[in-house]
């Protein structure tokens, strides 16, 4: 008899815990309980206790939903064991979240998650949309092929959206034929998920048979200004189109007066990226660009009229 006291209390004092997911439980979420039964000892019905006044009797594995934010002691029993162990449960939605990224996602500009592209196109950007909670340090590295090309560190607050993208090193390479893959891959916050992959593929190049522009005019437009171009170049008519970015809209289909020549309105958006930025063209899937570039500049600064001063009608 003592030799099996002995031996129980040897099981009991071994390998007894309960883990807790997720680390940091979340109001009205479910929160799993996993109870750790010793090496040996056969599974037995556990009584719970989670600290918030209720109670149940189930297996080794349960969920609980905590409606209240605050500290609580999880207690799990059964024939000759038993274990409890303290968690701290945070509301779960908004700034006051703890901070962590809910959702990743990757995409090209187009919204696909693959691309194919000529042989020295560029730009190409890769795009990261993400959801998070809580506000916090997000430290992240874009990494091409499993190689990172670089480390950022952003802040994000007040729990909501936020877009990434790879310009902010340099265009993602287009030299090298075949498929490359593109990932983000979030240092911190510690994140559940793994993070997704996109793809793109470098063909061998056609681009001197590819429809081209040479010469802009004017070349360089403000911010929120709607304005009218003229554009020539090679191989350029009717049926294919013009692209100048995300930001910068054509207001009507090109105007052909004769062939490699169109007058094209466009309105730049008042947020358009500043700076020089290749104009491309785009006909059966295929892009090609320059070499006229087009330059976006600030909107002009508003003059704040001035008050006369002094005098009045004698």
Do not use: N
């Amino acid at each position: 008899m003592r030799y099996l006291c002995a031996l129980l209390f040897s099981l009991t004092a071994f390998a007894q815990s309960i883990t807790v997911l997720p680390g940091l439980p979340t109001t009205g979420a479910p929160t799993t309980l996993i109870f750790h039964f010793p090496v040996g000892v056969p599974v037995s019905p556990v009584t719970w206790q989670f600290g918030d006044g209720q109670s149940q009797i189930g297996g080794s594995i349960v969920t609980h939903l905590y409606q209240q934010v605050g500290t609580y002691t999880v207690q799990a029993s059964g024939q000759f064991i038993g274990a409890s162990t303290q968690i701290r449960v945070v509301t779960g939605m908004g700034p006051a979240a703890p901070f962590a990224i809910s959702l990743l996602r990757l995409r090209w500009e187009d919204g696909r998650t693959d691309a194919s592209v000529v042989q020295g196109f560029r730009p190409l950007a890769a795009y990261a949309d993400l959801k998070f909670e809580g506000t916090g340090l997000l430290q992240a590295q874009w990494t091409l092929d499993g190689v990172p090309l670089g480390t950022f560190i952003r802040q994000l607050g007040f729990a909501g959206q936020a877009t990434l993208d790879t310009s902010m090193f340099l265009p993602l390479p287009t030299t090298e034929l075949g498929e490359h893959l593109v990932s983000l891959r979030i240092l911190t916050p510690e994140t559940t998920f793994q993070s997704p992959t996109i793809r793109y593929f470098v063909r061998a190049g056609d681009a001197d048979s590819l429809p081209r522009i040479d010469d802009i005019s004017p070349s360089v437009l403000r911010r929120g200004e709607e304005m009218e171009l003229r554009v020539s170049g090679r191989g350029f008519g009717p049926g294919v189109r013009l692209y100048f970015g995300r930001d910068v809209a054509l207001v009507a289909p090109p105007r052909f007066s004769d062939p490699g020549h169109a007058v094209v309105k466009v309105f730049v958006a008042p947020t358009a990226r500043v700076g020089l930025r290749d104009v491309q063209t785009i006909t059966k899937g295929k892009r090609a660009q320059g070499p006229a570039r087009l330059q976006i500049l600030p909107a002009p600064a508003q003059r704040v009229p001035k008050v006369p001063s002094g005098g009045g009608a004698s």
